[in-house]
């Protein structure tokens, strides 16, 4: 959070220096305080009666009411500045992706018809705006160098706008607790520059690339006549199911399993053959394929750029 | 003439035996018997977190799966709250605060005892949960639709909804005891501007509890009732909504925030007049912060759902009642250090507690306070930073005072002083190893750590905090465990306490340590708000009749007293000995059992034996009920 790559989130970190600084301050009052009493306390003789402290009321009446009330009320408006900031809405032109959480993955939709999971492209230096819903439990969308977080409630569907300033690969994670693979629900924003942001995007809205080796061509058959196609869609092929996320350009993303694995061909065919060993308690179910089978469901995916 | 206390003795004595065992209604072996098994309890939550620290030791480990770490961690919220604070603070509530305002017992001694066993039976229900490796994990504040039927289908969270019904009977049927006997058997003389800054702590507790733990018993209700017999109160597909749970929820989670730290404001309140040697100052200003702070606790809910996505207005409602709530709390908290200041500080291993626990509860209701900012709020909920914060305000907060309320009282329970050097190491064990392992929390949370996760990846830079954090809780572990040792080593080997070991202000300091079963040889007439430092009568352990005292020697009763005035009004015949309360506490446990298993016909033993026993309970006897 501290880290800001954006304007939603910028305003947040001035709002927390801030408060930083007068908590400080208040800390160091009571410190001093107790300080004081302390040294004090040395130097007073136990016969002695202790002298009056008729200072004490006005003192808990002025620091704590009339000192401690304004730097309140100035807290609580810059706050309010900072939330209608962040709450405004964004301008009709922006681009609207729309995230949809799964036990325990997330799916990005794009007004082109592209359709990606878990990494969420955006262009820099504009307003994105993010429409949220879930498809089970409560979620929470979490870009902490992005700006605020927003959760995905059932029957209900939020929306929140972020913006990177510059490209970058924003960590984000699930905030609300979601059952076992909670700690695993992970998803990157990918901020591109405009340019090379809409090549992705058109490229990401066109079907599979056809396979080409022997092998992926193996691959691609037992893909579709196996479980995976319930599961799973590929645009361009009958596999059209929405339960898992859309592979049909698997191979543009770093990261599977809501990054969990790396997207390389070692990390897929053991998550193909034992998706449980990987993440325990993920909805996919272990593959009844041959090593050789799975081998070739992988270099089928793994040309799906 | 037969002596005052022969026939004191005669009246209010227990015999020995398992009868008496467990038919005891007296106040202060009820009390202790909270706070043994609230410890109890402690270890367990403490052992808890040990496991939950030990996975997140390092990145990507696999000590824990998550199954098993979703329980966990959800238990060790549920026994940290339900079964160590909440019940430890009612058993300092119980074993001081009739000797405080000067009575022989609390108001409704049997309900007292009840409230034990219900307390006792409801931990005995959570935890059996561990033995049949099912329990609750969804997490104590169990969202819907996570915690519903259809995603956690096991009976894990029927042990928590069951649970924390069971539970509440016990704190409600507690907090009405509490309120009673502070508004109506005070001594005489002990007018409302003299009570004891304790029960006053005790007082804004327990009335909090009235209005909060229903809210808890309703949304568990409604929840079990969703998952036994298809109810569709939060089902959005049916036209419930999820966000009902929330609020619900959360109308006694906030609430129950105060209901824990409240009385251990009170026992800060009580050590330090008697360490710095001087009356608290502003008295009425820490009354009136505490009731305040009771009252509006009910209106800042909803700022642990302002990532819900509700209409910004209502957020800015609670964002200012959440801003508000500071304002009582400082003052309360400047009146400690105005106190600490001006006075003339004795530094024991009590008050070392105390002014750790002001250092630690400033920092968590100043990180508290950054929460009333809605955007901050939305970018740190629900990420470790509040998990620093509420372990800094609950844990810390509650614990520190806990502590020092150990060492304070302690030798007023057993007659015995702590050992003083091994009291001082136990502090600065904890207070260190608390910092270090709940501070970086709050810098792992800034760097983007979410809450509840069973593990993390590594190369994120809170490999390190993380480790820290650890080792900082295991060096706590150790401070709280000299602190037992030293309680249970002292109880027998201690030096004699003797009435008043510490010099304190309030009546307790007024009788032997431990004080006898009638607690008071004569009922003291009261003439200040500092009775044992002004009236040299009480001193000695007693208030003789010439004095104002009340022998009250001639039947088993106390003295009621007029709300504000504390004038005498009527003597309250009080019960004896009663095994009703156990076999309530018995029958309510099966009953609880049979609703957990589906067996209806454990259900209908149960519900019937519990009757049976309320029948027994209230059958009337004679003309004052007592036995």
């Known amino acids: 959070m501290i880290d ?14 801030l408060m930083l600084v007068l908590a400080c301050a208040v800390f160091l009052l009571v410190c001093v305080m107790i300080a004081g009493g302390l040294i004090r306390s040395r130097h007073l003789s136990p016969d002695e009666p202790l002298p009056e402290a008729s200072w004490g009321g006005p003192f ?16 609580f408006v810059l706050s309010l500045r900072v939330l209608r900031a962040d709450a405004a809405s964004t301008p009709k032109s922006a681009l609207s992706v729309h995230v949809t959480g799964h036990d325990w993955w997330w799916q990005a939709r794009y007004p082109n018809g592209a359709q990606t999971a878990n990494e969420i492209h955006i262009p820099t230096g504009q307003r994105v705006r993010i429409v949220l819903d879930t498809v089970d439990v409560i979620h929470s969308f979490w870009v902490p160098q992005l700006g605020p977080k927003t959760d995905l409630i059932p029957g209900k569907r939020n929306s929140m706008w972020i913006e990177a300033a510059s490209p970058g690969r924003y960590r984000g994670q699930c905030a609300e607790f979601c059952g076992f693979q909670h700690a695993h629900m992970i998803f990157y924003v990918i901020a591109d520059r405009p340019g090379a942001f809409r090549t992705w995007e058109r490229n990401e809205a066109r079907p599979l690339m056809q396979p080409t080796s022997a092998i992926a061509k193996r691959g691609e058959q037992i893909f579709l006549s196996t479980t995976c196609a319930q599961c799973h869609a590929i645009r361009g092929t009958p596999a059209d199911a929405t339960v898992g996320p859309d592979l049909t350009h698997l191979a543009g993303r770093r990261t599977i399993a809501a990054g969990t694995l790396q997207n390389d061909p070692g990390d897929l065919s053991d998550w193909i053959r034992d998706p449980q060993a990987e993440k325990q308690g993920a909805l996919m179910p272990s593959a009844p394929l041959s090593q050789t089978d799975i081998d070739a469901v992988v270099a089928f995916l793994e040309g799906l750029h | 003439m037969v002596d005052v206390a022969e026939r004191l003795e005669e009246l209010w004595a227990e015999k020995p035996g398992l009868a008496d065992f467990i038919g005891t209604v007296d106040h202060k072996r009820i009390g202790k018997r909270y706070l043994y098994t609230a410890i109890f309890f402690f270890v367990v939550g403490g052992l808890e977190a040990s496991l939950i620290r030990l996975q997140l030791s390092h990145a990507n480990l696999h000590f824990l799966n998550p199954e098993l770490y979703d329980q966990i961690f959800t238990m060790h919220a549920l026994t940290m709250i339900f079964l160590f604070v909440i019940p430890a603070l009612s058993g300092f509530g119980n074993f001081v605060v009739p000797l405080q305002v000067g009575a022989r017992d609390m108001a409704f001694p049997r309900l007292n005892a009840f409230g034990y066993w219900i307390f006792l039976m409801a931990g005995i229900f959570m935890s059996s949960a561990f033995i049949v490796g099912r329990a609750p994990d969804a997490g104590w504040f169990s969202y819907v639709p996570l915690s519903n039927a259809h995603f956690t289908p096991g009976v894990n969270t029927d042990f928590y909804t069951l649970g924390v019904i069971f539970i509440s009977i016990s704190s409600t049927a507690g907090a009405i005891n509490f309120i009673v006997t502070i508004a109506k058997m005070r001594a005489p003389g002990m007018s409302i501007n003299r009570i004891p800054l304790f029960c006053w702590g005790e007082l804004a507790m327990a009335i909090s509890s009235v209005f909060a733990f229903p809210a808890l018993t309703l949304a568990a209700l409604m929840l079990e009732l969703e998952r036994r017999l298809g109810f569709h109160f939060f089902d959005i597909g049916k036209g419930g909504d999820p966000i009902l749970w929330q609020h619900l929820f959360w109308i006694f989670g906030h609430p129950v925030v105060y209901i824990i730290i409240l009385p251990a404001l009170g026992i800060t309140a009580s050590v330090i007049p008697t360490f710095a040697r001087r009356a608290m100052i502003g008295y009425a200003w820490v009354v009136l912060g505490e009731m305040a702070v009771a009252l509006l606790g009910f209106g800042v809910w909803v700022h642990h759902m302002f990532s819900v996505g509700l209409p910004a207005i209502s957020l800015s409602m609670i964002s200012i009642t959440s801003f508000v709530i500071t304002i009582p709390s400082g003052i309360v908290v400047l009146a400690w250090i105005a106190t600490i200041f001006s006075g003339r500080i004795i530094r024991k291993t009590p008050m070392l507690f105390i002014l750790g626990f002001i250092l630690i509860f400033v920092i968590g209701g100043l990180s508290g306070v950054m929460f009333a900012a809605i955007p901050f709020d939305q970018a740190t909920t629900d990420s470790y930073f509040v998990v620093a914060h509420f372990h800094y305000v609950m844990a810390g907060g509650a614990m520190f005072p806990i502590f020092a309320g150990i060492y304070y009282w302690g030798p007023k329970m057993t007659g015995r002083v702590l050992n003083e050097f091994w009291g ?3 502090f600065w064990i904890m207070f260190v190893g608390f910092n270090v392992g709940f501070f970086p929390m709050h810098i792992t949370g800034l760097m983007g750590e979410p809450r509840r996760v069973y593990t993390y990846q590594p190369g994120l830079g809170w490999d390190v905090w993380n480790m820290i954090e650890t080792i900082g809780v295991f060096i706590f572990s150790v401070g709280a465990l000299i602190t037992l040792i030293n309680w249970w080593w002292s109880a027998k080997h201690g030096e004699l306490a003797g009435n008043d070991p510490f010099g304190g202000e309030t009546l307790e300091w007024g009788t032997t340590s431990p004080p006898p079963h009638y607690n008071f040889e004569h009922i003291p007439t009261i003439r200040s708000r500092h009775p044992v430092w002004d009236q040299p009568e009480l001193r000695g352990g007693d208030q003789p009749i010439e004095a104002g005292g009340r022998a009250l020697d001639d039947a088993h009763v106390t ?19 009663s095994g009703y309360p156990f076999a309530l506490s018995m029958s309510l446990l099966v009953f609880f059992f049979g609703l957990l298993s589906g067996f209806l016909v ?16 209230l059958w009337p006897r004679g003309q004052t009920q007592e036995t």
């Open chain 1, 4 to 17: 800001a790559r954006g304007p939603a989130e910028h305003g947040i970190v001035s709002l927390w220096w």
């Open chain 1, 60 to 75: 808990i009446a002025i620091v704590g009411v009339a000192i401690t009330g304004p730097i309140l009320v100035f807290v």
């Open chain 2, 424 to 426: 001082k190491v136990s």
């Open chain 2, 559 to 577: 003295l009621s007293t007029s709300l504000l005035d504390a004038r005498p009004q009527a003597l309250i015949h009080m019960p004896h000995e």
């Open chain 2, 602 to 617: 454990v259900v209908g033993v149960g519900g019937l034996f519990a009757a049976a026993s309320v029948v027994g309970w």
